[in-house]
Structure formats: C-alpha cells, structure tokens
C-alpha cells in the first residue's frame, strides 16, 4: 500500500475546522469525486479510493456537484437513436 505525506501548519485545519483525520477522509473522497468526474476513475474504483461504498460514494458526489453520470448529451442522444 502506497502512503502520502502532506504537512499543514494547524491554521490550515482550524480554517477548515476539521481534525486531521476528517481533513484526510474529506480530501480522499474531493479526489475521488474530481477524478471520477473527469473520466479519470470509474465509480467503482473511485468509490475505493474515498474509502466509501459505491452507494456512499453515489451520494458523496452530490456533495461536490457532480453528477453520477459519465455520458455527456451527445452520447445519450446517440445512445436513444441507437435504442
């Protein structure tokens, strides 16, 4: 398993008001969410990445705008003239 450092001076976590615990839980599931947003990870592996469920993750994306669907209109348009 691969471990990241980050150092913050403690005003950093007091400007966020969270713990350094939260701040990592909160920070893996804002890089899943914008990984997965940018079609760089799947939901599956985003999800595992936040350390949450895909249905916890389906949730947790709303948190930070972004729809829980890859297809942008022209691939549903394509996909409703194909069907």
């Known amino acids: 398993m691969a471990s990241v450092t980050l150092e913050l001076r403690p005003e950093m ?6 713990d350094p615990v939260a701040f990592v839980a ?3 599931v804002a890089a899943a969410a914008k990984w ?4 760089r990870l799947s939901q599956a592996k985003a ?3 936040a350390g949450l469920s895909r249905v916890e993750f389906l949730a947790a ?9 890859q297809s942008d ?3 549903l348009i394509a996909e409703v003239e194909r069907g």
């Open 26 to 28: 909160e920070m893996r």
């Open 47 to 49: 999800a595992e990445v």
């Open 61 to 69: 994306l709303d948190n930070y705008g972004v729809t829980a669907f």
């Open 36 to 39: 997965y947003e940018l079609g």
């Open 13 to 18: 976590l007091s400007a966020l008001r969270l």
């Open 73 to 75: 209109a022209e691939e």
